[in-house]
């Protein structure tokens, strides 16, 4: 009896063993922890590893050194919550449910509907510890959209975008309790927003260290307005020279004795835009830093994949001068278009002994990859109705799965569509009011700054372009558009 007891216990043992690890690909592993952090309008050549040379960001090129850099990679949309709704749901935005900055007042934003599964309730379900640190945007306060309706065990932030404008905001959200920051109240500015975020989601790191977890960190830097505390200015004060003032919304900025910042979504005034600027992506810098030391602090840095990548192209708002830093690297447009210089952004993703260190990926991917690429690392099995594509083989070195097209299209400025069909780019504009407008045709492979507009000698890729957008775009009268700039 006792003999048999015991082989049962082994036997136990080793199917318990090998449940917490199965094959994937040719390579065994364990279901790892995920952070996935997210910068907020930080262009293709906001970092010294794109091109940077008006300051470094030696953290964040450390972990695409250490990990792998997507060349091609693309945002969701090319503004905010479209983008970030597509991060969530693996969906272009001719099918994810957000696609545009829609406002809800007092605070936040156009809920994303409760029965689409997002990426949190995904892994929710599969065992992980799920929080969210910083800007949300797809759901007002207690909605079917709040973080903590859509698979968030735990929020800490800005639930609403243009809350988010204001670094030094009279409140922030944990879940669904308003925390007000006292020293904010008034004209003071007291707390940095982004510092305390960012020791909530330490914090958060902390105390799942035990868990297998998912921590998104959709941090609200580099996004206007542009503000940083002192200590982080005086850094590039004087070295980012002519600084040209921003006036903010006071229209009689050069009388007035006490400036007015602002609190409720407004741009605050900025004498030194340049330095603010650079301020700011050090600051998101060295966060991403204090992130991975702390993984490797906790002992779980060898079980957790770590992606870095911005929701858009760089922003023109709030005294940003992206022509001044080449922001997009000489990628044509900004955020609001839907050229390359609007929609790729740099996206590196660091796993210690899976990913190939100082590797390089030309594949072509954008932000729907991310939902099934976890569903497969945490051996969840994908939802059917997504237009992502798992990276998980291109990660691990193996054999990846090619998009036959990528698709875009945003409902501002008249309506823009765009389609990546292999080394092509084709672009649609005003279609909202022309459904037939015509398409620009650029070829990336000789001309990645878009410049030249072949489409009279290419009709049959016209042709095919076409027949994807209209195949692409779907209309209900539940999306959500929106026209507000966040």
């Not at 945002?75 to 272009?92: E, F």
């Not at 998101?284 to 870095?308: H, M, P, S, W, Y």
């Not at 994908?382 to 990846?400: A, F, R, V, W, Y």
Request: aromatic content about 12%; proline content about 5%.
């Amino acid at each position: 009896m006792i003999k048999t007891l015991s082989i049962i216990i082994l036997l136990s043992t080793i199917v318990g063993c090998n449940n917490k690890k199965k094959a994937i690909g040719a390579k065994q592993i364990q279901k790892p922890n995920i952070i996935y952090i997210l910068a907020d309008d930080l262009g293709y050549g906001d970092l010294s590893l794109t091109g940077q040379e008006k300051f470094s960001t030696p953290n964040i090129d450390k972990l695409s050194k250490d990990g792998m850099f997507f060349t091609q990679h693309y945002s969701g949309s090319t503004v905010c919550a479209p983008s970030r709704s597509s991060l969530m749901t693996g969906q272009h935005t001719g099918h994810t449910f957000i696609r545009g900055n829609r406002e809800v007042k007092p605070e936040g934003q156009y809920p994303i509907n409760s029965s689409i599964v997002t990426v949190a309730q995904l892994l929710k379900s599969g065992g992980y510890v799920t929080g969210a640190f910083g800007k949300w945007g797809l759901g007002y306060p207690g909605s079917e959209g709040d973080p903590n309706n859509q698979g968030f065990d735990e929020f800490y932030g800005f639930n609403c975008q243009r809350m988010g404008h204001s670094y030094y905001p009279y409140h922030l959200w944990h879940n669904q309790t308003r925390e007000i920051l006292e020293e904010n109240q008034g004209q003071d500015i007291g707390i940095y927003a982004p510092d305390i975020i960012h020791k909530e989601a330490l914090s958060f790191l902390e105390k799942n260290k035990d868990t297998t977890f998912f921590m998104y960190y959709p941090s609200t830097i580099p996004h206007a307005e542009l503000m940083a505390p002192e200590k982080y200015m005086e850094k590039f004060r004087g070295k980012l020279l002519p600084e040209k003032k921003y006036k903010g919304m006071d229209n009689n900025y050069e009388e007035l004795t006490e400036r007015i910042y602002q609190k409720d979504g407004g741009y605050s005034f900025q004498d030194e835009p340049h330095t603010a600027f650079a301020a700011m992506v050090y600051l998101l810098d060295k966060q991403v830093g204090e992130i991975r030391k702390k993984v490797e602090e906790l002992g779980i840095a060898d079980n957790t994949i770590i992606i870095f990548t911005s929701d858009n192209g760089p922003h023109q708002e709030g005294g940003a001068d992206p022509d001044y830093f080449n922001s997009n690297a000489g990628l044509k447009g900004y955020k609001r278009d839907l050229y390359e210089g609007g929609i790729r952004v740099p996206m590196m993703a660091y796993w210690p002994e899976k990913i190939k260190p100082n590797s390089t990926s030309d594949h072509i991917s954008a932000f729907w990859d991310f939902l099934p690429t976890v569903c497969e690392i945490a051996q969840l099995k994908t939802p059917e109705n997504i237009d992502g594509i798992s990276l998980l083989p291109e990660l691990l070195g193996e054999t990846q799965q090619k998009h036959d097209y990528l698709y875009w299209e945003f409902h501002v400025q008249g309506g823009k569509q765009a389609v990546r069909l292999g080394d092509w780019k084709g672009i649609r504009l005003n279609m909202d009011n022309n459904a037939e407008a015509p398409i620009e045709l650029y070829n990336l492979a000789s001309d990645v700054g878009e410049q030249n507009n072949i489409a009279t000698e290419h009709p049959e890729i016209v042709e095919k372009m076409v027949n994807i957008m209209e195949r692409e775009h779907t209309y209900s009268k539940e999306f959500s558009y929106g026209y507000e700039k966040n």
